[in-house]
């Protein structure tokens, strides 16, 4: 095989251009394939132009062809579906870095299921003052309703949707946690087979971590939070219906699992206990995977407006007769004013350092730190605490002076609602761009995602890496134009 020193860019890398200052996964600075990369750039290159556009196209059909779609709404305002944007070249994480990150993401989710019991109950944390009370209780995703309440299982945050990237110095840190209703596994699971189908010839050279056990993984986690008493649960997915924009995800997972997909409307309570109608009756419920926001689960208890839930959920919850993965009121620690303090959650529940380092963060709330961020704008990014899908990022160096100014006006008006982070150089990738039809470097992340249940946690080897395709932009999120590789976990 070549060594990095004499391996060349021939065929679909001929062009690629070398990017100063940022961290290039595939190439270094000089045009020199690393080592992960040397064997699978050396593959691809044996393709030529008008091969990889055929293999591209395939792929592209064969994706619309399975309704792999999702909703931009930023761009499409009422939602229009389209093809969810898969990139063939896959993202290579050594197995010993994987380890590292694996290790990582359990001790955090562990420690987040401690924080939420606490907060839920005795508030130890809040009296010995490592996290401001204040902060806590202004979160929109407190929850008085669970209050005193232990989830049957005892795990709060079943299912962790956590975003890391590389920096320019090689780590990874973690951007932000996602656990209220974590999206994005299905693409995992559809972008491996869109893979070895449509480059089988390649990826059968590599020993590739298997991803294919997930959907067995969540049915086991969900059947080891069911209520006590139950022996064999009747698990259901419920899903906002097929205008929701991760439609696709929820029916494709209730295929792979075998459970029903059920609407609201599907599903009624009686005498404290969840019932689904059927063509054969009514069947008891035991655990719900719900894909729904806590305002919208149940009309009685949150939002009497909301026909997407189900009117007494909560009180059926709350006598240990039905499961909801994820619990209500996770979203306090997915508050991204509260991230800032998960390494202290970490050495204050579980007496270690964190393994995985955030990501630098100021809140906005607190006078000296707004400060800072105020004449340092133009530097920085600006994110609501309580949006997810990259909606509402503000980032400094590519907005005129005057909507920095207005962004100062938002910031002073709701301190609490924002925090800011440096701009970090989110490590680069070799992506093919269709509208020059070329391979050049951009911007990705990976999100990771972890099952916690009851003496049960399982980490999916790898995780959705998501490309920024527009040249520049650091916002990698499908919801506002990204797009996607398989990632691939090797020896």
Known sequence: MKTGE?????????????????????????????????????????????????????????FLNQGITFATYNENPKGVERIFPFDLFPRIIHKSEWNTIEKGLLQRGHAINLFLHDLYHDKKILKDKIIPADLVFSSAHMLKEMNGFTPPGGSYCHISGTDLIRHSDGNYYILEDNIRCPSGVSY??????????????IFKQFDVSTIVEYPSALLKLLHSVRPTGVDEPVCVILTPGMYNSAYYEHSALAQKMGVELVEGRDLFVDHDFVYMNTIDGPVKVDVIYRRIDDAFIDPLAFMPESVLGVPGLMGAYRKGNVTLVNAPGTGVADDKAVYTFIPDVI????????????????????????????????KLVVKPVDQSGGYGIFIGAKETKENIEKQKEIIKKN???????????????STYIEGKKAFEPRHVDLRTFSLIGNKYEFVLKGGLSRVALKEGSLIVNSSQGGGSKDTWIVD
């Not at 955030?358 to 105020?374: D, G």
């Not at 301190?415 to 990738?429: D, T």
């Open 415 to 429: 301190p609490r609602g924002y925090i800011a982070q440096p701009i970090m150089n989110l490590s680069l990738h």
């Open 188 to 201: 995992v699971l559809a972008n491996r087979e869109a893979m070895k189908r449509t480059l089988s010839h």
């Open 6 to 62: 004499e391996t060349k860019k021939n065929g679909l890398f001929n062009n690629y251009p070398k990017i100063q200052n940022m961290f290039d996964e595939v190439f270094s600075a000089n045009g020199k394939v690393l080592e992960y990369y040397q064997q699978l750039i050396s593959t691809f290159d044996t393709i030529n132009d008008t091969e990889y556009e055929i293999i591209n196209e395939s792929a592209k059909n064969s």
């Open 347 to 378: 050495k204050y529940y579980l007496g270690e350092d964190p393994i995985l380092n955030n990501v630098p963060t100021y809140r906005c709330n607190i006078e000296k730190e707004a400060k800072y961020v105020l004449e340092n704008l133009d």
